[in-house]
């Protein structure tokens, strides 16, 4: 999960990000508007945290232009106004949760879960795909019920294939998830990084190659990338 937090409050910004951290969650941190404003335009976040009263830029004015633009990324307003007409207002603007200060670590962990969970039409904090299960707040994904033994980025990369399953994910779109546009390599640790996946799922599936490559343009995992399989895989079922 890839997090941008725009916040002007260092010890504020300090304790989110240790906290999503913690989870293993990648984040960016800005202390004000405009730079916040240019990341989401940048970047494909999974979720966005952000404080209304910045120095130079209002947050309301980040959620009007966010939304302006058609950038559907969550919102999750954090903010030491606790009115109802200021949640209401946000609200109305397009954010998808408030919080007020202070507040909850856990809570918010919670919050940033649920958001992520419904942007992607998800009922649970799971994904399926065939006998491969991908648990969001485990950080795990598993094939018949065995954990595959995955690095952080490769299961970064396993998550944002899953959770966009259908969806064609560029070699950009992996490095700025994994890299959260800092000290970005060349786009070619992406091959390597697949092709690590994909020896990983194959010893676990009996030579099944789930990740589908799109010459030129990225990789997909597709709904029925089992199904097409003609290799027999029911043996591998742990009971």
């Not at 970064?156 to 560029?170: D, Q, V």
Request: hydrophobic content about 40%; aromatic content about 8%.
């Amino acid at each position: 999960m890839h997090l941008l937090i725009i916040e002007d409050d260092n010890a504020i910004s300090d304790a989110i990000y240790d906290a999503c951290t913690v989870r293993s969650f990648a984040c960016e941190v800005t202390d004000n508007g405009s730079d916040g404003f240019d990341m989401i335009q940048l970047y494909d976040y999974s979720a966005v945290i952000l404080d209304l009263m910045l120095p130079d830029m209002s947050g309301i004015d980040i959620l009007k232009k966010t939304r302006a633009m058609r950038k559907d990324v969550p919102i999750i307003v954090l903010s030491g106004l606790s009115s109802t007409d200021d949640k209401v207002k946000c609200l109305s603007y397009g954010a998808d949760d408030y919080l007020t200060k202070p507040f909850s670590k856990t809570e918010l962990l919670a919050r940033i879960d649920a958001v992520v969970r419904r942007s992607h039409g998800l009922v649970n904090n799971t994904v399926e795909i065939g006998p491969m299960l991908l648990d969001i707040n485990k950080r795990t994904v598993s094939i018949y019920g065995k954990q595959i033994p995955l690095t952080s980025k490769e299961y970064l990369m396993l998550e944002i294939l899953m959770l966009k399953k259908g969806t064609l994910i560029t070699k950009e779109v992996f490095v700025n998830h994994i890299y959260c546009g800092m000290d970005e390599p060349d786009f070619k640790i992406i091959d390597v990084f697949i092709c690590k996946l994909r020896k990983k799922i194959a010893a676990m599936t009996g030579g099944i190659n789930v990740i589908e490559t799109v010459w030129g343009r990225g990789y997909i995992i597709k709904e029925n990338c089992f199904d097409n399989s003609k290799k027999q895989i029911n043996h591998l079922r742990v009971v």
